[in-house]
Each structure stands twice: as C-alpha cells, then as structure tokens.
C-alpha cells in the first residue's frame, strides 16, 4: 500500500467542491479538518453549488465550522436549481471556466463519477473537464441509490477527528435531520468499514476514488 506523505512546512491548497450544502462535509470533511490542524499554512477554496433560504445558512455556517483552524480560506454558496443540473450545463460550466482562473489547487476533492445522483455527476464530469494538471480525489456518499464502490484512496482519522466531523454535520444541518440516513452511527460505520480496509491505525478513514495519480 503507497503511503504518501505532505510536507507541513510548505503551503497547500485545496479546491472542495460539492453539489449540495452538506457534500463536502460528508465526503470529506474528515480530510479537511485532519489537514486543517496539521498543515501550517493550508488554504481552502470551498465551493457550493445548490443552496439558497435556510439550506445557505447551514452551509455558510458549516464551512465556517470546519475551516475555523485554516488561515486562507475562500467560501462560495451557489444557487444553481437543486436536481437540474444537467438543464444548467452551460451556465455551470462557465462559472468553472471562471473558476480555473482563480485557484490553482494542489488537489481537489469532488464527487464520484459513477455517484447515482445527477447533480454530482455534472459537477464531477466538470471538475475533469476543467482541471487537467490536478490531483483529483472522489469522495463517495451514503444514500438509498446503493452506489458505492471499492476506494483506491485512503485517508486516514482518528477518533476525535470523526467526531468532530459527525457533530458538526448533525449539528448544523437541522433541514435533513428526517432523513432516515441521516444519522451518527451511518456516517461512523462509513468510517469504520474505509478504516478497516485502509488498515488505519486509528480505526477510521474517509475513503476515495483516484483515476490518475503521477509518482
């Protein structure tokens, strides 16, 4: 198994993109609070594409949550139509044009390409599109569609960092607390099971999907 290790003393930067309020949080949030504490200089650039009303609040709030402990951080909420994201293509596209000309990321994590829901499939088909010269990593979801795969890539957490990921997601998103998937012990058992697989020392990891890695 290829351990790959980054250099705190240089900075880093990361592009987080999500179709929904609560994507990136639970696809990788872990990740992002692990680097946060243990890179001295890391800057994020946060994008979310669907949320408006309430759902912006919580997302707002979220990713100020998790980016507390990151010093150069940029967080953007989108109002892209929820569940139209193929409809809206080109107006998507444009803004990731736009995009590629702000950020210069050393990875970016977004979702993954055989992920079942519509919305997560364009922003994926986009992030590929668009960023060629990029470490990209997939984060998976758990939802009803049953579309999770095997990971290739892992990182790995300890307990408090998944703690600290799963409170803050059943804290702050109060409009998804009726679903049925929306629970502690789905997110920890998710953790469990990639953490099991990686052969995590701490027993937890987040996993994803990596099509092209350069050694």
Excluded at 123 to 134: G, K, S, V
Aim: proline letters at 3%.
């Amino acid at each position: 198994m290829l351990k790959v290790a980054f250099d705190d003393r240089s900075p880093k930067n990361i592009l987080c993109l999500g179709a929904h309020c609560d994507d990136i949080e639970i696809g990788c949030g872990g990740a992002v609070l692990k680097y946060a504490s243990e890179l001295n200089d890391l800057g994020v650039h946060w994008v979310v594409f669907s949320s408006d009303g309430p759902r912006e609040k919580e997302a707002l709030r979220s990713a100020d949550e998790f980016l507390k402990n990151v010093r150069r951080k940029h967080v953007e909420i989108r109002r892209f139509r929820n569940s139209y994201f193929p409809s809206q293509g080109a107006e998507i596209k444009e803004y990731f044009e736009k995009l590629k000309l702000e950020v210069s990321p050393d990875f970016i994590f977004t979702h993954y390409r055989n992920d079942l829901h519509q919305d997560h499939r364009v922003i994926n088909e986009l992030t590929w599109n668009t960023f060629r010269d990029h470490l990209i990593l997939e984060y998976e979801i758990l939802k009803f569609d049953g579309d999770l795969g095997s990971p290739n890539a892992f990182i790995h957490l300890n307990e408090a960092t998944c703690k600290e990921k799963i409170n803050n997601i059943l804290d702050i998103f109060k409009s998804q607390r009726e679903k049925k998937w929306f629970t502690e012990d789905a997110f920890l058992s998710m953790l469990r099971i990639r953490g099991v697989e990686s052969n995590a020392p701490d027993k937890y990891a987040e996993g994803f999907y990596c099509r092209k890695l350069i050694i």
